[in-house]
């Protein structure tokens, strides 16, 4: 069964750093992109960034772009999201999901998402 | 980057009804058009992929149809687990953008 467990969110400061981990199991990690995707409280969803199956490729929303960096660990079967330099406007739920394998850009299985609030 | 605009943006039917939400793309983006199912406090549940193939263990109920930048997502005989948010995602260009969602309620 794939299973995806996010972690890491919380109440950050605006202008602070997040580090959000997602453990994967039930499938070979190794061979599928994976993306982050947000839901803002209320509102649809935004996709944020993905990452091919080895990291040589990765792309952003541009609203994240240098701030955000989008990573993996094969070997741990994780992948990450650093975000630095937190808006308000970054307050969502952050989800971790698997891309289908016919192509990069949309996913087949979802984590249950971590909730990251950007607030003073 | 490409827009989706799904319509209607919200919509009430009856148990046993059929329904069809349509998604429109600012640009042409061939077959690269997936829907998800959400409902309330859980993760988008992905439905179709390929504006017609459905994702395994995922019923016939649900049909998707269209090319270009027209697509429907068709649900049968509604029965209450399908009252959700449905909605439509390009992933043609970069980035993959989500139509605005359409709210499916009990009438």
């Known amino acids: 069964e794939v299973q995806l467990v996010e972690s890491g969110g919380g109440l950050v400061q605006p202008g602070g750093s997040l580090r959000l981990s997602c453990a994967a199991s039930g499938f070979t990690f190794s061979s599928y992109w994976m993306s982050w995707v947000r839901q803002a409280p209320g509102k649809g969803l935004e996709w944020v960034a993905n990452?091919?199956?080895?990291?040589?490729?990765?792309y952003y929303v541009d609203s994240v772009k240098g701030r955000f960096t989008i990573s993996r660990d094969n070997a741990k079967n994780s992948l990450y999201l650093q975000m630095n330099s937190l808006r308000a406007e970054d307050t969502a739920v952050y989800y971790c999901?698997?891309?289908?394998?016919?192509?990069?850009?949309?996913?087949?299985?979802w984590g249950q998402g971590t909730l990251v609030t950007v607030s003073s | 980057d490409i827009q989706m605009t799904q319509s209607p943006s919200s919509l009430s039917a009856s148990v046993g009804d059929r329904v069809t939400i349509t998604c429109r793309a600012s640009q042409g983006i061939s077959n690269y058009l997936a829907w998800f199912q959400q409902k309330p406090g859980k993760a988008p549940k992905s439905l179709i992929y390929a504006a017609s193939s459905l994702q395994s263990g995922v019923p016939s109920k649900f049909s998707g149809s269209g090319s270009g930048t027209d697509f429907t997502l068709t649900i049968s005989s509604l029965q209450p687990e399908d009252f959700a948010t449905y909605y439509c995602q390009q992933y043609n260009s970069y980035p993959p953008t989500f139509g605005q969602g359409t709210r499916l309620e009990i009438k």
């Open positions: 999901a698997r891309e289908i394998e016919a192509a990069a850009g949309t996913s087949d299985y």
């Open positions: 990452i091919k199956q080895d990291g040589s490729e990765k």
